[in-house]
């Protein structure tokens, strides 16, 4: 039941006070619900002026009125609305927020989160050492993510503590996979995963005892993980090669000149190239195409040019295996889609390196689209906006010109041919 009278509320929610309330609700909720202070209105018309008149007891003449809320507090008291200024309000409309109480209780929330955290490091075999203070403080000023509540964030530095006593306590085992410590601590397989908040803070620690950097790099972040023998998932993820001949006469190297000999393609996962010897020939020229069709062709073709697939956007495991053959001295020559993420990628791999352009020029492309269209085959528009090529100024003007994407299959008979000659 309402505690206002119905004539009473009607009046006091008429638009001649609307201003006044919403004035007052956001001082009241923001000052701790008190009474105090005062509010100050401007442009105030005249069905304002004159409704302000009869609530404060007062003649107002002027455009600006100043209203003290101690004052107002006590007129409604003393009205027919019986009640005092905040009751008044809640009839009107919502409760009030103590924003005040709010953020002090976030603060407390938030200051638990860390006192919870210095208190799980203090109980742990890992009290005594100078890195977990460190970690500690880095922790803290890097804060929680957002999203995730205190009573969550406390569970998952509980869980980081866990971890890295497991990995770096006085006690701890041997080798084991990620996923099943990560089973160990968090009860799910994944909760180690790369990206995770656990997976920083864990990362985080590890480096911290070695006196390493933090990788920013997925190659680093597994790295890290092998300095506590943890092993990560190094067998899902592949990069597509063809025609590899490397020297060496360990049975993984022999595996792979035997697949270039029979024209095989073969799926190199970051297991094989962290135990593979690749040394080929230096200055050996590496073909870098973006699309798999583009392996499929060259192994239907017997080509012999060695030819390595970033099957899209270069992952990871792609990038491992180019810098191992940069590091021999192999070159490079990329081709990708003529289109604006294709552009992009071409720009990436090019600069990291130095791969010279293959078939990827402005005049390659005029030459493929003409020819695309007399042909008659389907026109595929460009989507997004232009990216600039680093090796030939004229691509972009000329791609924005026909506004045509081309995929890589659209010059795949050019690539084989390419491919089919020793150099």
């Given at each position: ?38 509010l100050r209105l401007t442009a105030v018309n005249a069905q304002e002026r004159n409704d302000l008149s009869l609530l404060l007891g007062k003649p107002l003449t002027g455009t600006t009125v100043t209203v003290r809320l101690d004052v107002l507090d006590a007129r409604l008291r003393a009205s027919a609305a019986a009640l005092g200024l905040r009751e008044t309000l809640e009839e009107l409309g919502p ?329």
């Amino acid at each position: 039941m309402s505690g206002l009278p119905s004539a009473t509320r009607d009046w006091l929610t008429g638009p001649g006070l609307t201003r006044l309330w919403e004035g007052v609700r956001t001082r009241l909720e923001s000052n701790g619900v008190q009474a105090t202070g005062s509010l100050r209105l401007t442009a105030v018309n005249a069905q304002e002026r004159n409704d302000l008149s009869l609530l404060l007891g007062k003649p107002l003449t002027g455009t600006t009125v100043t209203v003290r809320l101690d004052v107002l507090d006590a007129r409604l008291r003393a009205s027919a609305a019986a009640l005092g200024l905040r009751e008044t309000l809640e009839e009107l409309g919502p409760p009030l927020t103590d924003r005040r109480a709010a953020r002090a209780d976030v603060a407390a929330r938030r200051e638990q989160v860390w006192s919870s955290l210095a208190s799980s490091l203090d109980a742990s075999p890992l009290a005594d050492r100078e890195w977990p203070r460190q970690w500690y403080d880095l922790s803290r000023r890097a804060g929680v993510p957002r999203g995730v509540r205190p009573e969550a964030a406390i569970g998952t530095l509980r869980q980081a503590v866990h971890v890295l006593t497991a990995l770096l306590g006085p006690e701890r085992n041997g080798a084991r996979g990620r996923g099943e410590l990560a089973a160990m601590a968090t009860g799910s397989a994944h909760g180690l995963d790369d990206g995770t908040w656990l997976a920083r803070l864990v990362q985080r620690g590890v480096a911290l005892a070695h006196g390493t950097e933090f990788p920013d790099d997925a190659a680093g972040r597994r790295a890290l993980w092998r300095l506590v023998s943890v092993t990560p998932d190094e067998v899902s993820s592949t990069v597509l090669a063809y025609g590899l001949r490397p020297d060496g006469e360990g049975w993984r190297e022999r595996a792979l000149r035997e697949r270039a000999e029979h024209h095989a393609e073969a799926h190199l996962t970051p297991r094989d190239l962290h135990v593979l010897r690749l040394r080929l020939p230096a200055g050996t020229l590496i073909h870098i195409c973006e699309n798999p069709r583009v392996v499929e062709a060259a192994a239907d073709a017997a080509c012999v040019q060695p030819l390595v697939c970033t099957s899209g956007s270069a992952a990871t495991v792609v990038l491992t295996l180019l810098d191992a053959l940069a590091a021999t001295g192999c070159r490079f020559a990329y081709h990708g889609d003529f289109d604006w993420p294709g552009i992009a990628l071409a720009n990436r791999v090019m600069r990291r390196y130095e791969a010279l352009p293959w078939r990827m020029g402005a005049a390659d492309y005029e030459h493929l689209a003409a020819r695309s269209q007399a042909e008659g085959v389907p026109q595929l528009a460009l989507d997004g906006p232009p990216v600039g090529a680093d090796w030939d100024p004229d691509l972009a003007p000329a791609m924005t010109a026909l506004g045509v994407a081309l995929h890589e299959e659209a010059t795949l008979e050019l690539l084989v041919d390419d491919l089919s000659h020793q150099v």
